[in-house]
């Protein structure tokens, strides 16, 4: 199977790889995925005091596409508020990177760790969690 | 040096220059139906059949009469399975495998289950190795049939054959063997193995794909298999249709020169194997799967851990190798070989199997080497669990997310 060059880019140039403190009340942490599955991602998101997404950060454990889907996630995320970012849908992952039917679920998972990132900001901040996505597993 | 590299010689390999060479001419003007008994056309595809036939049985130690030939070594693990299960029926209809087996023989076993076939699978140890004792125990009167494949296609560990067809012959039992990732590469006597039937390819040594054989023995006992695919009769009316004249004169001349060069070659395979597999075990959290003392000369399959399979082969592009990796396969399970020795499925996921082979040469191993442990620490630099690792995290102990 063959990748897509979008997916090439983002997998020789990752962007925005590292780790953001995971204990700071700014920053919301989303792992998921599992070892046994052959996919995890962890995708941090820094937010200011407006909601805003001031950094975004990753890691991922997984296939070209997976660490490409993160990637790109972590681009979308930089300058969205917390609302905004979660319109992300996985489809349009899957539409910018050109995605195969087999790699759907890669990423579906980048648009978990995405709600679950903010998810654990809002928690932090007093805030209700929204609804994680169950439709897709 | 020419890139990419290829260390898949497992999937298959390329077609050595000399057994093109032999080919050429049955594909042109000795291009004669080998069951033309009438005419000259006839008599010379039939003499480059018979000479195969020939070469054949020298390597794996046969007389002529034994090999039939087939399109390749499914096929004819399909014919040995299901010619005997049809021709022993009324004597029993017990077969027993092994977990690890080729899917040619795993499937056509799944479907005998639903004719009627009662069938173990054996497990296999840790090592890769089924335990003689279990196989001792699954035997029953009704047993006709025991088939553990020769060398692992994933991990090349080597069975203990021998041992195998003892237990089998002393039940009463025909016993065959998937010999495709072992003819050729290391020394196979179908005499002093104790094989009744063996299934093996041309194109994995070195000969073109499309051929196979099964070797079906004739004295001591004499078996007989049904025919699966019925017709003009050929092959002693046990695989019907048209020789394939020019594959057949590849595979004899492909076994000949495995024949020639095989103690050599094993040797020089087994030291850059072995070069390759020292320098990466050098990297932390590296590991050799399979047992390392009965093995093939040729396979190298280690898991990198922390880091998954399919991703680590893309950062390899310059190398084709092979994963047990979910992801590069349909089904998104990782492979029920490397399940079957116990590993977990991470470290399933996160294997890479190289198959070095005659073209292989040391400049590549290295290459290959420099290569491997770059993307390795690239992607570990990427892994969010190396980095719990060496924080010191128990990633047993986390809750993962199921998705």
């Known amino acids: 199977m063959a990748y897509s060059e979008k997916v090439i880019e983002h997998y020789t140039n990752p962007r925005n790889v590292g780790t953001l403190n995971k204990d700071s009340k700014s920053v919301g942490t989303g792992l998921v995925g599992a070892p046994e599955c052959g996919d995890v991602m962890r ?37 969205k508020s917390i609302d905004e970012a979660l319109t992300i849908d996985n489809m349009d992952i899957v539409e910018e990177l050109a995605l195969p039917p087999v790699k759907i679920h890669c990423s579906v998972l980048a648009e978990d760790a995405i709600k679950s990132a903010i998810n654990d900001y809002r928690v932090k901040n007093g805030m209700a969690p929204i609804e994680m996505p169950k439709s897709h597993h | 040096m020419e890139l990419p590299i ?65 399109s390749g070594a499914t096929e004819a693990d399909n014919l040995g399975i299901k010619g005997v299960f049809e021709m022993y029926q009324e004597k029993g209809n017990h077969i027993i495998t092994a977990t690890t087996e ?36 699954a035997m029953t009167e009704q047993t ?57 390819s041309a194109h994995k040594m070195y000969g073109p794909k499309g051929v196979g054989v099964l070797y079906v023995r004739r004295k001591n006992p004499r078996v007989k298999v049904t025919a699966q695919i019925d017709g003009g009769g050929h092959e002693r009316g046990m695989r019907s249709g048209t020789l394939n004249v020019p594959g057949i004169v590849g595979l004899g001349k492909a076994c000949e020169l495995c024949r020639l060069e095989m ?6 395979l087994s030291a850059l194997r072995d070069k390759l597999e020292n320098a990466l075990t050098e990297l932390e959290e590296s590991y050799v799967n399979g047992n390392t003392q009965h093995r093939l000369p040729h396979v190298a399959n280690i898991s990198f851990k922390y880091v998954e399979g399919e991703g680590l082969m893309m950062a390899m592009k310059d190398l084709a190798v092979s994963s047990g990796s979910a992801c590069t396969s349909a089904s998104l399970e990782p492979s029920y070989v490397l399940k079957s020795l116990g590993l977990s499925d991470d470290l399933a996921h996160s294997s890479i199997r190289y198959g070095l082979g005659r073209f292989t040469t040391e400049e590549e191993i290295d290459y290959a080497i420099e290569n491997t442990k770059k993307a390795v620490n690239h992607l570990r630099d990427l892994s969010p669990l190396w980095e719990m690792f060496k924080e010191g995290i128990d990633l047993s102990k986390i809750e993962w997310a199921e998705h």
């Open chain 1, 43 to 79: 995708l941090q998101i820094e937010v200011d005091e407006n909601n805003m997404i001031t950094d975004a950060k990753f890691k991922t454990f997984g296939c070209g596409s997976a660490i490409a889907s993160s990637s790109l996630a972590t681009e979308w995320l930089k300058g």
């Open chain 2, 6 to 70: 290829y260390l898949d010689n497992n999937a298959t390999t390329p077609l050595d220059p000399r057994v093109l060479e032999a080919m050429l001419p049955y594909f042109t003007n000795k291009f004669g139906n080998a069951a033309s008994r009438n005419h000259a056309f006839g008599w010379v595809a039939e003499e480059g059949v018979d000479y195969a036939r020939e070469q054949v049985a020298k390597l794996i130690g046969c007389t002529e009469k034994e090999v039939i030939f087939t």
């Open chain 2, 102 to 137: 080729h899917k040619a023989v795993l499937d056509t076993c799944k479907h005998l289950e639903k004719l009627g076939a009662k069938v173990t699978y054996l497990k296999v140890k840790e090592d890769g190795l089924i335990d003689l004792q279990e196989l001792e125990a």
């Open chain 2, 144 to 200: 006709i049939l025991v088939t553990i494949m020769y060398g692992n296609n994933e991990i090349g560990v080597i069975q203990p054959v021998k041992e195998i067809a003892a237990i089998a012959h002393k039940f009463g039992a025909l016993f065959m063997t998937d010999a495709t990732q072992a003819v050729g590469k290391i020394p196979v006597d179908v005499n002093a193995d104790g094989i009744d039937l063996m299934a093996f």
């Open chain 2, 263 to 268: 103690d050599e070659e094993a040797k020089r």
